[in-house]
């Protein structure tokens, strides 16, 4: 037990040095992210994707009754378009198509919700997972015309929904990912609204 201690101990030492100098100082402070929300998500796509799949073939009946509707095989008379299986066949790469368009924007939006935020001095960094890297966008919190807007409420603090919005202009510029206001994002909240 005391060797994997150990090991767990000079882990976390490793990673500890590893963010300080990426940050260039050990005086930064991280937002805890809310994973409700990605969770959520996660599970309720997995849930339509499983509960869609066997009903693939009412699209192929709809588009038999769709090209009938028509009557698109009276004008180009071609013999195969009578032949319901070719529209299975159809329904099932639409199907797919769909799908997979799908999760692309999930995992957009997921990217988006999971942003790594940290504020280092006067500075925010959002650190995002971009294909086999890392993307860093990094804003300066003391420019002109940016204002704060901090998104709250009683159901918003109960479900961990709240957000900070930085603005310029009427215009969102950036934002964090969700998070609960509690411990110490209640800190990092109370230094970014100076109370």
Do not use: C
Not at 129 to 156: M, P, R, V
Request: cysteine-free.
């Amino acid at each position: 037990m005391k060797p994997i201690l150990n090991l767990l101990s000079r882990w976390k030492e490793y990673n500890s040095k590893k963010e300080t100098t990426y940050f260039g100082t050990s005086l930064y402070d991280e937002l805890k992210l809310n994973p409700l929300p990605s969770v959520l998500l996660i599970f309720g796509s997995t849930l339509f994707f499983y509960l869609s799949l066997p009903y693939i073939y009412y699209l192929g009946n709809f588009f038999f009754w769709f090209v009938g509707v028509l009557e698109i095989t009276k004008v180009l008379k071609i013999p195969f378009l009578d032949e319901l299986r070719y529209y299975h066949y159809l329904s099932v790469f639409v199907y797919f198509y769909l799908s997979v368009s799908l999760l692309i924007d999930i995992s957009r939006l997921l990217s988006k919700w999971n942003r790594r935020t940290v504020i280092v001095k006067n500075e925010l960094w959002q650190i995002s997972q971009s294909g086999f890297g890392k993307k860093l966008n990094q804003y300066k919190l003391d420019a002109d015309g940016l204002s704060l807007t901090y998104e709250h409420g009683l159901l918003s603090d109960i479900l961990g929904l709240n957000r900070l919005v930085w603005m310029k202009d009427g215009k969102e510029l950036f934002s964090s990912p969700y998070f609960f206001p509690y411990r110490k994002n209640k800190s990092i909240i109370n230094q970014m609204l100076k109370r």
